[in-house]
């Protein structure tokens, strides 16, 4: 999905703009109020779309500050300056300070490549970006009617759009893995097909998903590739009944994979020959380990596994960007380049992922506890630096064995006996009370394979 950047300080304005923007190219708009927010941001998305931005704002020349500083990363971002054409960035367009949003929306739509009938000023056919991913468990879009795109660079301001399946064409995962090894992330389909290609890519993975022969690399790449598709949803469609479906069905397959030999083996063969979706791959982890783990304890049970499961695939549901999810101390929040605005989500994620998760239908009880406490603390907002041992038991188990994922996931290559050490001197340090402390040596004893049960 195109991204923009809006940097106006005029509320009503801003507010009436992102919402044609929205509205007119399906796009995400952020919105800042100062350079200062705005750099911030672009320091961590750098391949934004589009950066609107007043020349001034109060006595800022934010304009030009955002202006040198694209130019100073030697960037391709298009800046639709409103006011005065005031820099030497290369990719600057600008429209009077005096203008109509109606204006500043045209003008943006024509900077990304949608089209406009010139008669009645209104946008009749615009395309929106889909992710590569979305293509890669279909054979055609042919049920649908829906031709694909690529966008591509008309002149040094404008994009077009080429035809690279037709809807009847047929094509195959390889197909569509060329294009990804050569750089390519979305493909645009045409607004109107949206909601329909999403449904109906998602059905199919509802299908795939139920299959009862897959096993192995295949089913971890295709939870992998469902569960990107979930994250999209749930920020883009909302909650509706085909996400619920392919919840389920994601969660289920989760389950089948943990019940095969060796699953610990074949998750790390699927990661080291695969981009795996981080996210995935973190939810993934921790659920396989969490059952292991909970095996050492006597309170193990089908009902604490499923638990933990749901736990595990949803603690970070309401995090888009694998970036934020990376985040685990409050040093690292306020240390991070991230805005104010996504300052809060990170900081009150656990607590907004909860909510997300009381919409849908059959969680298991117990699960929204686990998740509103998986950062340590009881209201979901915040990191704590002290143990908290008011939280409930299973929810410390989930905190100890979480930080040991985040520490694996971050060895390159196959992990030694010597990076084990460093993770256990790391978290024996943390974790030396109450259930903490037995979490950890269960983790221990399961990675020298000893039985040994705790209370
Ligand atoms: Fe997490
Ligand atoms: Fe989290």
């Given at each position: 999905m195109s991204q923009i950047l809006l940097i106006e300080a005029d509320d009503t304005l801003r507010k009436i703009i992102k919402l044609n923007l929205m509205k007119s190219i399906g796009c995400d708009v952020i919105e800042k109020q100062t350079a200062k927010d705005a750099i911030s941001l672009l320091q961590i998305l750098p391949d934004i779309d589009l950066v609107i931005s007043r020349e001034i704002i109060g006595t800022e020349n934010t304009g030009l500050t955002i202006a040198n500083y694209l130019e100073k990363e030697a960037s391709a971002i298009p800046l639709l300056i409103i006011g005065n054409k005031i820099s030497t960035y290369n990719h600057v367009i600008a429209v009077e300070a005096n203008q109509s949003w109606k204006n500043i929306t045209n003008v943006a739509c024509k900077v990304l490549g949608v089209v406009i009938d010139p008669d009645v000023n209104r946008i009749v056919a615009d395309y929106v970006p889909v992710g590569i991913?979305?293509?890669?468990?279909?054979?055609?879009t042919s049920s649908i009617g829906c031709d694909v795109y690529i966008r591509v660079k008309k002149n040094e301001k404008e994009f077009q759009f080429v035809k690279r399946?037709?809807?009847?064409d047929m094509f195959s995962r390889a197909d569509i893995l060329k294009y990804k090894e050569s750089g390519l992330k979305e493909f645009y389909i045409s607004k109107e097909h949206f909601t329909k290609f999403v449904n109906f890519v998602t059905a199919e993975l509802v299908a795939q998903l139920g299959r009862a022969k897959l096993e192995g690399v295949d089913r971890a790449l295709l939870s992998s590739e469902a569960y990107e598709v979930t994250l999209d949803r749930i920020h883009s469609?909302?909650?509706?009944d085909l996400t619920i479906e392919l919840v389920k069905e994601s969660i289920y397959s989760m389950e089948s994979s943990l019940q095969e030999k060796n699953n610990l083996a074949i998750f790390l063969k699927t990661l080291k020959a695969n981009p795996l979706s981080c996210a995935y791959a973190h939810s993934y982890l921790c659920c396989l380990i969490l059952h292991k783990v909970v095996a050492h304890f006597d309170w193990e049970s089908v009902q604490v596994k499923e638990k933990l499961t749901y736990a595990a695939y949803f603690h970070d549901i309401s995090l888009k960007d694998i970036s934020f999810m990376e985040i685990n101390a409050i040093k690292e929040l306020e240390n991070s380049k991230l805005s104010e605005e996504d300052k809060k989500i990170v900081n009150n994620h656990a607590l907004l992922s909860s909510a997300i998760v009381e919409?849908?239908?059959?969680?298991?009880?117990?699960v929204i506890t686990i998740i509103k406490e998986h950062h340590g603390s009881k209201s979901g907002i915040g990191f704590p630096e002290i143990l908290s041992i008011s939280i409930t038991p299973i929810s410390m188990m989930f905190i100890v064995v979480e930080h040991f994922v985040d520490e694996f996931l971050k060895i390159k290559g196959t992990p030694s006996s010597d990076d084990l050490k460093k993770i256990f001197l790391m978290l024996g340090k943390r974790y030396n009370k109450v259930t903490y402390q037995q979490t950890f040596v269960a983790l221990q004893n399961m990675t020298q394979h000893k039985k040994k049960q705790v209370s």
């Open positions: 991913h979305y293509f890669l468990n279909i054979t055609s399946l037709h809807s009847k469609l909302g909650i509706d919409r849908f239908p059959n969680i298991p009880a117990g």
